[in-house]
């Protein structure tokens, strides 16, 4: 299993890294140079992408050697995969090899290694590297190869420029691996890597066929959790989980205008946030990490009401008011506030301030370090069988869920309390899902997300309107089309209320999945 960190560096700050005391104190010996090229290979269907699995033939000198990556992932910037190498002639693979290195049994390895596959494999993209490699021996004994890749993956005449450094734990304690990287920060501007150089590789692949995407988006994963499981293992597993889709949806990699990117990173976020609130009484999350979740979420809040405010809710004006009032006008201006907020968002994503937010909790997540200042009771409240907590937990949330929505008036900030509990009622069913009966919890699920997201359009109008009366306070020309807006907008709030209620009588309907 290879585990790494890996890192992304700005070219101007490439000799100020290879010069770095860190560096110069901790290596065994002087780094190495070496010129590297590799071939992806895949077939035209992209089967071995498709069973997460990557192959590669890598050209360092006159020496050619095979890898086989597969399994594994991504949890908090902390690459973990299973690997096998072996030397090849030539600059093609050999599956027979390769099959013989992979245990048995493996159904991935099956698909893959199959003779229909493998008569298929082809060169995909490829990647030209210069390496420099340091071995280190850190502080506590553990042994780290530190690498400074630069040079380009490719694709035909499609480029994606390397300027990145990893960190491999040849032996020792994985944990090692992001205090290193911490101390480094202190003076280099780093950030967290999470594509890996194929997943860059097959982005080029994808836009030069023309199958790439319109976003980039990624939803949350698949939550499996078993009944066997106690506290501990469900948070770990929950919070993985919810760390994974923010991480996945960073807007500093990537195409920076892409909404949809952006709103999963807050979706993502806001998910975390109501897994920290449900484990909260079992395991706090430290207060400094708690901070710095809050200073994210509010740039990336801030940039997604602005998008929703220019996008849905504009558009939801019909263009025959567009005579009455400066109605492009207005988007103009909302538009024009969009942009400036998605690009600060994108500037916290990619600041160390959020990469060093990333590596602490990764570290605090890997290293348990919650149980270092818990009593024995505490302790043993983290052994507490998963399916009595969920259940106490499920109904809590239904119960101010209850209590909330049954106080519902005609006034935002009730409706906005309501929208909150049903919101984490909604997000806390769906991490126990799999724990109830798919014919309990799928009505009940459906309910509540009917009734969370009428909810949040009322949210998305009250919102709309604040944002509406900033913009008229910014162009005092377009006052009065701004207030136009306005008033259209509240005026159809009426109707959204009546569905409201409509919905919530449903929701309540339905029984607590069990």
Known sequence: METELKLLLAPAHVKALIAHPLLARHASAAPRTKDQTGVYFDTPGNDLRRNDAGLRVRRTGREYIQTLKAGGGVQGGLHQRNEWESPVPG????????????????AWAERIFAPK??????????????????????????????????????????????????????????LALFDFALQLMQTIPLRI???SKAQRGYALYHQAAGTAPASSAVKAAPLALSKKMNVEQAFIAIVGNCVAQVYANDIADGDARDVERLHQMRIGLRRLRSAFTLFRDVIALPD????????????????????VLAGATLAA?????????????VRSAASEQARAMHRAAVQAVASPRYTALALRLSRWMLGAQWRGTMDAEQLAALKRPLLRFARDMLRHDEKRMKKRGGKMEDDPRTRHRARIAAKKLRYDTEFFQALYKEKQSKPFLKALSQLQEQLGLANDLAVADGLLAGLQDEHPALAADIAYVRGYLAAGS?????KIRRLWKKWKAQELPR
């Open 91 to 106: 600059e093609l693979p050999d599956l027979a090899r390769l099959r013989e290195l992979v245990p048995a049994g493996a």
């Open 117 to 174: 596959v493998a008569a298929q494999i082809r060169p995909v993209f490829a990647t030209r590297i210069k390496r420099m490699l340091w071995d280190l021996v850190l502080a506590d004994g553990s042994e780290v190869e530190f690498v400074l890749d630069r040079g380009v993956v490719e694709h035909g005449n499609l480029q994606d420029k390397v300027c990145e450094i990893e960190l491999e734990l040849k032996s020792g304690d994985p």
């Open 193 to 195: 890597g999470i594509q």
């Open 288 to 307: 400094e990490l708690a901070g710095e979740f809050e200073w994210l979420s509010g740039h990336i809040g801030a940039a997604r009401d602005w998008d």
């Open 317 to 329: 004006v019909p263009a025959g008011h567009a005579d009455a009032i400066g109605l492009d006008a």
């Open 494 to 498: 009426a109707s959204d209320r009546e």
